[in-house]
């Protein structure tokens, strides 16, 4: 059975930076390309990032691009978004997302 778990969100000012993890299971973790999300509120769910399985190649949405960086550790099952430079429109819950299988969101909050 896949299962995410996020975890990292928080309360940060604006132009701060807060890094995100997502513990995974269940599966051959280094197979996959990995893949984060979001909702801010009122929205719909957005592509935010993804990974391909080695690492090697990166995708982001024009959003986000220049200040998330994704990455990940295969021998730790885990991938990460490094988020700087955040913006009040980046408050959102945070999801992690392979195989048709979501995480349950870690909640992230930009405000002064």
């Known amino acids: 059975q896949v299962q995410l778990v996020e975890s990292g969100g928080g309360l940060v000012h604006p132009g701060g930076s807060l890094r995100l993890s997502c513990a995974a299971s269940g599966f051959t973790f280094r197979h996959y390309t990995m893949n984060w999300h979001r909702r801010a509120p009122g929205k719909e769910r957005e592509w935010v990032a993804s990974i391909s399985s080695a690492g090697g190649g990166t995708e982001y949405a024009d959003s986000v691009k220049g200040r998330f960086t994704i990455s990940r550790d295969n021998d730790k099952n885990t991938v990460y978004l490094q988020m700087n430079n955040l913006k009040p429109e980046d408050t959102a819950v945070y999801y992690c997302?392979?195989?048709?299988?979501w995480g349950r969101g870690t909640q992230v909050t930009v405000s002064s």
């Open positions: 997302y392979v195989l048709t299988t």
